[in-house]
């Protein structure tokens, strides 16, 4: 049982990486940051509180979950490696050095359907001071194109 509880222990620690200490947080570095969005239907005060339907509104009810949620996760920085986090989950944070960077990121879409997914190529000049923000437009379908728009923001 020892030796059981053990191989979990040193699997789980194995699977937990964090950023290379190029891309951690550290002074006189900037924060890239992938957002999640969403796509909430209107709903108004019946909708919320009595699950009724609006008489104007000729959809169906929909619970309090959003039509489409889109998630921006970094893949690299510069055309190195991957950056894992947490097993094989690409992480949505990165710091870097002041500089012109060239991020590959993955755009994700999800509907209540499936989910659509695309690769961009995002180049940022970054400066000190600033937090960047990554958002994209929602995959609505195989033709769509990830238009990722960087967010610029004084630091607090």
């Known amino acids: ?16 990486n964090t950023l290379p200490p190029q891309y951690s947080a550290s002074p006189g570095r900037s924060l890239v940051k992938g957002v999640s969005t969403r796509d909430l239907k ?9 699950g009724a339907l609006d008489p104007n509104d000729h959809t169906p009810v929909q619970t309090r979950m959003p039509t489409w949620v889109t998630h921006v996760h970094i893949l690299s920085v510069d055309g190195g490696d991957p950056l894992y986090v947490r097993g094989y989950n690409l ?20 509907y209540s359907w499936g989910t659509r997914m695309m690769f ?7 400066q000190p001071g600033y937090t960047y923000l990554l958002t994209t437009n929602p995959l609505r379908n195989e033709s769509d194109v990830a238009k990722v728009e960087v967010i610029k923001e004084a630091t607090k």
């Open 1 to 16: 049982m020892k030796k059981i509880f053990l191989f979990l222990v040193v699997a789980f620690g194995c699977s937990c």
């Open 42 to 50: 209107k709903q108004t005060f019946s909708h919320l509180m009595l």
């Open 91 to 110: 992480g949505k944070k990165v710091w870097l050095e002041p500089g012109i960077h060239k991020l590959q990121v993955e755009c994700t879409t999800r």
């Open 120 to 126: 961009a190529d995002v180049q940022i000049d970054i």
